[in-house]
């Protein structure tokens, strides 16, 4: 618990949930008093009775959550995968309070029993887990439908379904048979390149012919096309500019450039990326063989 007078600079921009700010309301002659938490991003407000307005009341006090919207969510995982990163962006963009969770792949020891898979991302909820990232993001547009991330109208949400299926399923899966030797010093057979990139091909073409860049790659409105494409046209620009020696997202998709442009200049976008250098950072101090 901090003052607020030594409160992190990071914090005073609200993008990051999760930050409390605790403060007391008092009626006339101090009769009644009342403790209050909000939430600085959501603006999520809890209060609880108090019997005087002590500090030693204060102390005491018990904020009892009595709606399931309260119970916070455990984003886990590491801040390097995109798919991790996918789902903070939503998380974020929603405004929805959450907390982290660091796991890396190789503990999935420590998880099986949230993810089946072994798999990263997962979350933790007050009813349990869920894993694999497309099933996180319609629990969370469904469980929190304010800020909607999915267009109105059935035929427009599964035509962005669409999208992120083609994006994720064609492009990003078949360019992560390449991360082992463009991100972690592995190595990668002739065959699978020449593989990869005949298929990556024929993914990102179905991705262009799907997008809309209006500004946004489903249309007028940020949506959850867009926290998953962002963070996988990063991925595979960098694996093919390593593999390759040229960025196929660029080639293949031209008008991608003014989209990123225009992502970048997001504050959430800025916020999670921000994060994710640091997590690489970490991540690399760690010295591990890591094969993806």
């Excluded at 006090?61 to 399931?68: A, H, Q, R, V």
């Excluded at 993810?115 to 469904?142: C, M, N, R």
């Amino acid at each position: 618990m901090l003052s607020i007078h030594v409160r992190p600079p990071q914090i005073n921009d609200r993008l990051m949930p999760g930050q409390w700010e605790g403060d007391l309301i008092k009626g006339a002659d101090n009769a009644c008093a009342v403790g209050v938490l909000v939430e600085r991003t959501s603006r999520l407000v809890l209060l609880a009775r108090m019997h005087d307005a002590s500090a030693a009341w204060a102390l005491e006090l018990k904020f009892t959550p009595t709606n399931e919207v309260y119970a916070m969510i455990t984003l886990c995982g590491f801040g390097v995968s995109n798919y991790y990163n996918k789902l903070k962006l939503v998380l974020l963009e929603k405004q929805i309070p959450f907390h982290e969770r660091l796991l890396y792949p190789w503990q999935r020891d420590l998880f099986q029993q949230s993810s089946p898979l072994g798999k990263i991302p997962f979350i933790e909820t007050d009813q349990g887990a869920l894993s694999e990232s497309q099933v996180i993001l319609d629990y969370l547009e469904e469980h929190h439908p304010e800020q909607p991330l999915y267009p109105p109208g059935a035929f427009a949400r599964a035509k962005c379904r669409e999208l992120i299926q083609h994006m994720e399923l064609n492009s990003e899966w078949v360019a992560r048979r390449l991360y082992r030797e463009a991100f972690f010093g592995g190595h990668v057979s002739e065959e699978i390149k020449t593989e990869a990139k005949e298929k990556l091909a024929i993914g990102l073409q179905a991705v262009a012919q799907l997008s809309l860049f209006s500004p946004y790659i489903f249309g007028a409105a940020f949506s959850a096309a867009d926290c998953a494409a962002y963070i996988h046209f990063v991925m595979i620009k960098h694996a093919t500019l390593k593999i390759y020696g040229e960025d196929m997202v660029a080639r293949i998709i031209p008008k991608v450039s003014a989209y990123m442009r225009i992502m970048d200049a997001r504050q959430h976008v800025q916020t999670m990326m921000a994060q994710r250098d640091a997590a690489i950072t970490e991540f690399l101090k760690l010295d591990v063989k890591y094969q993806g």
